[in-house]
């Protein structure tokens, strides 16, 4: 089975700090890596941690490399405000890295708030966040252009019940092991009228390791499961900004060299609230 690395870590790897040339007129910046977090909680689940260390874009990327990124000594603990919970270190070879800090006692709850904080090497890092109330979707269905075409896009309908965030996300079932934001798929309720029923064409979100896949359609036969978010307005500047620094990577005239949005004190990265909804649709 294909290996799958975690979104928010990659991205941060690549695009968090700019060295200037040494040839250049300005004085050569010496890159200094800082501590990256990806975590989440969401209704119903645990809390989930990966942690590493930054790497300058101008370093080759290889999984080598990358495994030698992780951290895996930290002290990682949340709290909802009543317990507190250490997070154990555990190994899941679907991804890439494979070494994640995972929750077992604390279950999020929606509406509940829960502090992040990690200890490590003499360094202090804290980050906050709450899950948010999820939103059903009233349609979620597979949809080609023509009766011919072996491909398509998924079309889901909502109602605007909540006055916070939306993402959608998405996994292939074999093909891929988490789940990928799709592309424009950060959504503001302020977007939308009260209550107004919303009608949304679903683009499949790029991919950048271990093999790029840019294609934002969804193949024919493939069983597709998409996750319904909310999310507090953290984790939506997150997302925007790296879905812009993915995009604009590609560019050659505007290419991404920026740092990523972020809501940890002392480090980078996100630790965000979700409230879900998961669907399972077939392609056909």
């Not at 604390?106 to 904080?117: A, C, D, F, M, R």
């Not at 590609?250 to 002392?266: C, D, E, R």
Request: include cysteine; charge should be negative.
């Amino acid at each position: 089975m294909k290996h799958s690395i975690t979104i928010a870590w990659i991205s941060l790897c690549l695009l968090t700090v700019i060295s200037c040339n040494e040839d250049s007129e300005i004085a050569y910046i010496e890159y200094q890596p800082q501590i990256v977090v990806e975590g989440r909680i969401e209704n119903g689940g645990k809390a989930i941690v990966l942690l590493s260390w930054s790497a300058s874009f101008r370093h080759e990327l290889d999984t080598a490399y990358l495994l030698g990124q992780i951290i895996r000594s930290a002290k990682v603990s949340v709290s909802d405000g009543e317990q507190t919970e250490l997070l154990t270190l555990g190994v899941d070879n679907r991804y890439l890295p494979p070494y994640i800090y995972y929750g077992r006692t604390i279950t999020g709850e929606v509406g509940k708030t829960y502090s992040l904080k990690i200890e490590y090497r003499g360094k202090t890092l804290r980050a906050e966040t709450h899950i948010p109330k999820p939103v059903p979707l009233e349609s979620c269905r597979f949809i080609k252009d023509s009766p011919d075409d072996s491909i398509g896009h998924v079309h889901i309908r909502f109602g605007n019940t909540s006055e916070e965030y939306y993402q959608i996300a998405t996994r292939v079932m074999i093909r891929e092991n988490i789940f990928t934001p799709c592309l424009h798929g950060n959504l503001s309720s302020l977007q939308f009228g009260k209550n107004e029923t919303v009608s949304l064409r679903i683009h499949k979100g790029p991919i950048l390791y271990p093999e790029e896949q840019f294609e934002t359609y969804f193949t024919v036969g493939s069983w597709i499961e998409v996750e319904f978010r909310t999310q507090s307005r953290e984790g939506y500047d997150f997302w925007n900004s790296w879905q812009n620094e993915v995009l604009n990577a590609q560019n050659p005239i505007f290419p991404a060299y920026t740092s990523l949005k972020s809501n940890i004190q002392g480090g980078i990265g996100i630790w965000c609230g979700y409230g879900v909804y998961n669907y399972l649709i077939q392609a056909k």
